[in-house]
T-cell receptor, first 117, second 110 residues
Framework: GAVVSQHPSRVICKSGTSVKIECRSL??????MFWYRQFPKQSLMLMAT?????????EQGVEKDKFLINHASLTLSTLTVTSAHPEDSSFYIC?????????????FGDGTRLSIL | EDQVTQSPEALRLQEGESSSLNCSYT??????LFWYRQDPGKGPEFLFT???AGEEKEKERLKATLTKKESFLHITAPKPEDSATYLC???????????FGKGTSLLVTP
């Protein structure tokens, strides 16, 4: 149980392109999903918390107009990197919890490797 | 400021050579400490959750323990398939997000 699917797994595109990444909880409902970014040999850095039916909460330093998050249902959150540039190249990972209690672990997707040329 | 520090950054073991990974934390109100395993190019895979000092959890060759300041992930008689990066993360009472350490990259050689 507790499977999170992320798509696509890899994207290579030209500078200026907008890229959408999907995160789905396959066998549970997730009121809250999280988006992380990971640079090589670095830890996961939280970008934003995605809440179903409401606006996402962004971490300090993350541009909300650059990284658009939509959480339209209890099983789907999307991250759109708008007008992507080479500095946006990174590994983006989403996660979801089965409940909102603090003792529930987050389950992660397999990530999306974004490369902007 | 909440901090999570993992050591060592990298560890190389021979198959069967037991060892421990460390996760030190300073947080304002620990709600849970989580261990994950991450393989290259993949998302983290959940291993354990620990809530209070003195708690221990085991899974196959792995055992996680927790004190008021740190957690250890003990690996007994590791095998090459245990090679991965092991991540420690904490959740505090003020939110649901996880604060991750930088991880320990473990390599187990035959």
């Amino acid at each position: 149980g507790a499977v999170v699917s992320q798509h696509p797994s890899r994207v290579i595109c030209k500078s200026g392109t907008s890229v959408k990444i999907e995160c789905r909880s396959l066998d549970f409902q997730a009121t809250t999903m999280f988006w992380y970014r990971q640079f090589p040999k670095q830890s996961l850095m939280l970008m934003a918390t995605s809440n179903e039916g409401s606006k996402a909460t962004y971490e300090q330093g993350v541009e909300k107009d650059k990284f658009l998050i939509n959480h339209a249902s209890l099983t789907l959150s999307t991250l759109t990197v708008t007008s992507a540039h080479p500095e946006d190249s990174s590994f983006y990972i989403c996660s979801a919890s089965q409940g909102n209690e603090g003792n529930q672990p987050q389950h992660f997707g397999d990530g999306t490797r974004l490369s902007i040329l | 400021e909440d901090q999570v520090t993992q050591s060592p950054e990298a560890l190389r073991l021979q198959e069967g050579e037991s060892s421990s990974l460390n996760c030190s934390y300073t947080v304002s109100g620990l709600r849970g400490l989580f261990w994950y395993r991450q393989d290259p190019g993949k998302g983290p895979e959940f291993l354990f959750t620990l809530y209070s000092a003195g708690e221990e959890k085991e899974k196959e060759r792995l055992k996680a323990t927790l004190t008021k300041k740190e957690s250890f992930l003990h690996i007994t008689a590791p095998k090459p398939e245990d090679s991965a990066t092991y991540l420690c993360a904490v959740r505090v009472y003020s939110g649901y997000a996880l604060n991750f350490g930088k991880g320990t990259s473990l390599l187990v050689t035959p």
